[in-house]
């Protein structure tokens, strides 16, 4: 099994457009929507809903008034202000364990709350995994490592030799639990400053954890001089630049018609260089293949 992240050091640089574009190309990959704070990429699938569940991934308290003797140590020692008149607000919980601990009847419990929910939906390419952390909630990291044992569990079952996973932007832990494993990283960048910066801190992220990183600039031909001063920051890194994707009106209109660029506009130039990127990516997770991090789970 082959396992390619799609990532980019910030929000808005096309990674996205760039997986459902990728994933056109293909018919036997799993997909995996890694971004659970704004999970999108299911707008462009149009797929059937095969199944839905719901995500218990934090605590909240709860009083018990029979055992209560409203002593008041609860309240007292809730650091967050969710105690009030003995009664939780399951929205200002942290779920952290405190009131419990200083009950001294045993009042306080601790119970798991649903705090998104994760689906499963058959595409024309392949089954897809997202899911959607609700507002406010905790977890996302947690979260995206059941979304990826999920695509490799389908994978497997389904016969799939492809995971391809659309990750979070940025370098936290919600990104981390995407990358981890993967055989290869594919970070897309944008020809600005803060791209170029942002996509500084992901190579560095992907060298810590000893994974292959490689690039593509997309909108390069918007700034060429800022995109040739991203390629050479990147030879001084020894990353490789896989792709130049130019600005291309038709990725607009497919966005707005919520589709894949390649379903609507296949000769666009930014379809044509996403699909050579593509082949890019297969030949050398190829090579990398069996040798990335093993992904455990408990």
């Not at 099994?1 to 996205?16: F, N, Y």
């Not at 995994?129 to 947690?142: C, I, W």
């Not at 791209?195 to 560095?204: F, K, P, S, V």
Request: with cysteine; net charge negative; charged share 25%.
């Amino acid at each position: 099994m082959i396992r390619i992240a799609v990532m980019s050091g910030k929000g808005g640089t096309g990674k996205t457009t760039a997986v459902a574009s990728m994933a056109w190309y293909s018919d036997s990959l799993v997909l995996a929507d890694c971004d659970v704070d704004a999970a999108n990429l299911a707008l462009t699938a149009n797929g059937r809903p095969r199944t839905k569940d719901d995500y218990l991934g934090a605590y909240t308290a709860s009083i018990d008034p029979q055992l209560c003797t409203e002593c008041g140590k609860c309240e007292d020692n809730c650091h967050f202000e969710a105690i009030t008149d003995l009664k939780v607000n399951a929205i200002h919980c942290e779920g952290c364990g405190a009131c419990r601990l200083v009950c001294p009847t045993g009042a306080v419990s601790m119970s798991l709350k649903k705090s998104g929910e994760i689906f499963v939906l058959d595409t024309a390419h392949g089954p897809m995994v997202y899911a959607d952390l609700f507002p406010g909630e905790s977890n996302s990291g947690k979260l995206v490592t059941i979304v990826r044992r999920l695509a490799e569990d389908l994978a497997k079952s389904d016969g799939m030799d492809i995971v391809l996973i659309d990750g979070p932007p940025g370098t936290g832990c919600p990104a981390i639990a995407s990358v981890t494993g993967v055989d290869l990283i594919l970070a897309i960048t944008e020809p600005s400053l803060s791209g170029e910066h942002d996509l500084m801190r992901l190579i560095e992220l992907a060298r810590h954890f000893s994974i292959p990183i490689c690039v593509a600039i997309n909108k390069w031909d918007l700034h060429p001089g800022m995109s040739e001063e991203i390629e050479e920051s990147c030879r001084r890194q020894g990353v490789i630049t896989v792709g130049r994707v130019p600005y291309d009106p038709n990725v607009m209109g497919s966005i707005k018609a919520m589709r894949p660029l390649p379903s609507m506009f296949p000769e666009s130039p930014a379809a044509l260089e996403f699909h050579r990127i593509w082949k890019e990516l297969r030949s050398r997770s190829k090579e990398r293949v069996g040798s990335g991090l093993s992904l455990e789970f408990d």
